[in-house]
Structure formats: structure tokens, C-alpha cells
């Protein structure tokens, strides 16, 4: 057994002198032999043990498990939570033995009687019971890397290094699993075929790395449009599969239209000045239950989709199994446009902005619902408004459904409502000042800007911002920080508020990296003479690190969710 170059550090927990005498000489001895070896200090009860174990770190602890305040295994029970990292070493009794030895079966390392204790015996069980709990402990760490790099290999193993979406292993397990299920709860498991249109292009022209980026990204955007029970996983190249289980055909239609506007919603960035528009086209089948291989169910899916393919891209084709397809009928995204058109499609909810040292809300952010199946949230009835040219329509709707909620807010607090750039250049200034004046001509109004959606030059905004802020209306800068340069919208528009986003915020309390960024952000914002507020609070930890950084509002989750808007009509002026 190697000297160890440090003392045994020894906590004793016993209220017998006699037998504290004893440890000592024994302890003593052994000194003797191996210099400095050992140091002990006493508590001559349980509560005192505690206390010392919060004072100082030691190497082992002998207890006694008769002590003043405490008797029995109870003792042992009460000490373990603050031993985690030392081993205890019971002493005790010849009458006790049996109490000892259910010691051990509650984590103990072991026990020594007391009256067959030798100057020996206890220098060796002591030695013995460190060194055999730290290789255990040792032991338990190996075991946990070992187990998560087993668990690594696996999902590796079922998934595609570069999207970290399911591989063609998986989805065969996946279909598998699925198809058994749905034969026996006799539910409906959908299909959807993806293949990313002219892709062959990007790679030839940009590179690879490229391409790369491009996968990654898309693959990104198909797992934040669907439900956590659906499956997504790359076929190869350029194409995906996703399984929508229990799932009728209607609705997976609705699906692969979501997916596609999710596609092409937003150009994806493959250097810092550069940007690709990326399409595809998707064939939509039920797996049929006599679909058992994953090679059938793409047999199938192929022919839906070399359908679309030879006749027009950037569509969803549906079909069955036998191949026979046809595009969606009645122009889907036409016919959801013209729903969210009608009076009574929006809803609004608000959630709080609030002083982050207190938790006092000083306004709220009012955000759009649609009633219109599958595309309930703005990121998806705002796409098919896009792509139908109805845009500033939805967003006027949109707007007046915030406003109306906005105005039975008490005259004090912020009314946060967006407005998209787009509708700011379509529709007079005057209109929409107005608009707000109709329900309210009081109060607090602040228009958010998304920085993700400013494109080009931002001085195409500048005359709207003006106007609103020489009517008394605060503007926002929303989304600053989420991937974009950001420095010359904030320069020319001078917005009153700068809101960080939630990429530039998640993580930032164990990244420098993000917290150097963030204070850049920070001081870019402060420079402006703009009030700053922080988005996508959703932790304590980007709580806490808001606060050391001296940001003084926020909005998040953690903070407080969004709830349901009260609404009332418009005033009469």
C-alpha cells in the first residue's frame, strides 16, 4: 500500500470518551509507523457531525450509531445525504452487530466492534475503505462513460451523421414499429416523400460544403414543423421521409403543405453575404398495412413523386399505394388563404415584459392565433399568406384582432404589437396610426419590427418609422442577433427598442463565446440610446446572466407564457 503525500483526514462521531481514547491511541500508533498520517477530529454527537461536515471536507468518517440524538440505522440514514463523496465506517457494539451489518446493505463501507478493535485492524479498515471506495467510485464513472458511448454508437447507428435526422436503418425500424401499431389500433400511418427541388444546382455551383449546410438546414426546419410523435428521417442525397402516425390522409396533406412552406419560407444562408432559395416538391401516400419493408413504401412513394416532379415543382402530390397520383386539389393554399380572410379566423394571446429584478410586468407582447386547422401559429398562416399574396391582408387582419385585445390594457403598461415591413410600405402610415387611434387613443403602442424579415436596404423603412414616432409611437427592432448582420437597420431606423433574440440569450451562461457576443449586442443597443429587451427567456440560468449583464427587461417562457387576450370593438371617436 503506497504513503499517501497528504493526511487522512478522519471526522469521529462518538460520544463514549473511552472509546474516543482508544481511536486515538490506536490512531496514534499507527502515526508512529507512517508519520503524519493521520488526522482526526471528534463530534461528540450527530447534529455536531453535521456541522463539521459542512465546515470541512474529510477523507472518511467513523460513526457510532448510538449517539445523544440520534440511535440506530437512523443515525447512518441521516448522515448519508451529506457524505456522498466520503465513506463511513460504522462502529460499534458485539450486541450491535446485526445492526451493523444492515449497515452495510444502506451504504456503509464497513464496520469495525469496537472491543476487537486493534491499532491494526483499524489503520487497515480505514486505508481499505477509502482506497475501495474510490475505485468504486471510479469504477461507477467508467461504467457511465462506457454505458453513454453504447448509447452514442446506437443512435448513431439509426441516424444520419450530417442532419442527425433518423438513416434508412431507422426509418426501417420506425415503419416497422408503426405499421404494427397501426394494423392493430386500426389507425392511419401517412407518408410523406421530400425531395429538394434543383438541389444538384447548389452543390455544382456553391460546393458541397454548401450543400451541407443547406441539409442541415432544411432538415431543421421539417422537424420544428411537426408533432414530437412524427418521425423524419434522410432517404440520401437531397430527399427526406417523414411518418405521421394516426394520422388521417386529409391532415397529412395539410402536413406536406406546412413542410413545403417551411421549405421555402426563407432563403438559407451558406456564407455571410449569401443565401440560397431552397423548394421541393413532396408526395403524400398511406402506407398501406400490406406495406412491410421500407424499399416498398418508396417504391410507391417514388412514382407520387416523379408525378410532381415532371409536372410542376414546389407542389404536394397525393396518392395511394399502387402509385396513382394527382395534385391537391381545389389549390389548398388558395382556399386556406381565403379562410383566414373571413372576419373571426384570428385570436390573440399576450405575454408579459417584465422588469427582470422583480418580475414586475411593465407591457405585454400581443401575438395571432388562427382557428384554421394545422396552421394555428403565425409561422404557418403567415407562409401561405405569402405564397398566395395575401400577406399585408392577414397582417392588417392580424394587427386589428392585437389591437382590439391591446386596449383593455391598464393606460400604463406597453401595448408590443408586429407589423411586418412589407405591410408598413403597402399601407399608408396615416391608415394604420388610425387604426390604432380607432380602438384606443390612449396608452403605450410600440410596432415590433422583425430583423429577420428587413430585406435589402432597411432605409426603405425609414420614412414609416419616422411617421410613427412623430405620432408618439415607440418602434422595436425585433429578432436583433439572430443570425443576420443586424448593425444597419438598428443605425438607420434608430428604434426606441431593441429586442435581443433567443439564439443570441439560450446558453449563454456556460458559452463565453455567447456572452461576448451578447455584450456586443448590448452595447450596440445602449450606444443607439434604445431601451433593450431580451427575448426567449427560458431558464434560470439566462435569467441570471441577463441580470449580471445589466439587461433590465425580458420576456421568455421562464417569465411567463403566453395567455389568452381579452378583446373588445373598436371605440366609437
Known sequence: MSRKKSPVRILLIEDDPNCVLIVN?????????????????????????????TQRRYDIVLLDLTL???????????????????PVVILTGIADEAVALEALDRGAADYLIKNEMSHNSLGRTVLFAIERFHARKELESLTGELKAKNELLERFAVLDHLTEVLNRRGLEQTLHRESRWSRRAKSELIAALISLDNFKQINGSLGHVAGDVVLK?????????????????RI???????????????????????????????????SKNEGVQIKASIGVLPVSITTFSLEELLTSAYKILERSKRSRKNKVFVGNPSGEAQEVQGDFISNLTQRLSNDGQFWAVMQPICRLINMEPVGYEFLTRSTSKGFEMPADFFRASLEANALTL?????????????ACLQPDL????????????????????EEIRSFHDK???????????????????????????????????????????????????????VKIDRKAITGAKEDLNRI?????????????GAEVIAEGIESRNDLEVLIELGVRYGQGYFIGMPAKAPSRQKSSL
Open 25 to 53: 491511541e490506536h490512531l496514534k500508533k499507527c502515526r508512529e509507523k507512517i508519520s503524519g498520517f493521520f488526522e482526526i477530529e471528534k463530534a461528540e454527537n450527530l447534529a455536531q457531525g453535521l456541522e463539521r461536515l
Open 68 to 86: 445523544p440524538d440520534s440511535k440506530g440505522i437512523d443515525t447512518l440514514n441521516q448522515l448519508r445525504p451529506h457524505t456522498k463523496g466520503i
Open 217 to 233: 438546414e432544411i432538415a431543421s426546419r421539417l422537424k420544428a414543423s411537426l408533432r414530437v410523435s412524427d418521425y423524419i428521417g
Open 236 to 270: 440520401g442525397g437531397d430527399e427526406f421521409l417523414v411518418l405521421l402516425p394516426e394520422t388521417p390522409l386529409t391532415d397529412g396533406i395539410r402536413v406536406a403543405e406546412k413542410l413545403r412552406l417551411s421549405i421555402s419560407s426563407s432563403p438559407v444562408s451558406v
Open 394 to 406: 392577414v397582417d392588417q387582419m392580424c394587427f386589428k384582432v392585437c389591437l382590439s385585445s391591446a
Open 414 to 433: 406597453k401595448r408590443h404589437i408586429n407589423l411586418f415591413p412589407s405591410t408598413m410600405i403597402n399601407v399608408p402610415i396615416e391608415e394604420l396610426i
Open 443 to 497: 396608452g403605450i403602442y410600440c410596432i415590433e419590427i422583425s430583423e429577420a424579415q428587413i430585406i435589402g436596404d432597411p432605409s426603405y423603412l425609414v420614412t414609416a418609422v419616422r411617421g410613427l414616432k412623430q405620432h408618439g409611437i415607440l418602434v422595436a427592432i425585433d429578432d436583433v442577433g439572430f443570425g443576420r448582420s443586424c448593425v444597419e437597420s438598428l443605425t438607420l431606423l434608430e428604434p426606441d427598442i
Open 516 to 528: 461576448r457576443s451578447l455584450e456586443r449586442l448590448l452595447s450596440i443597443g445602449r450606444s443607439l
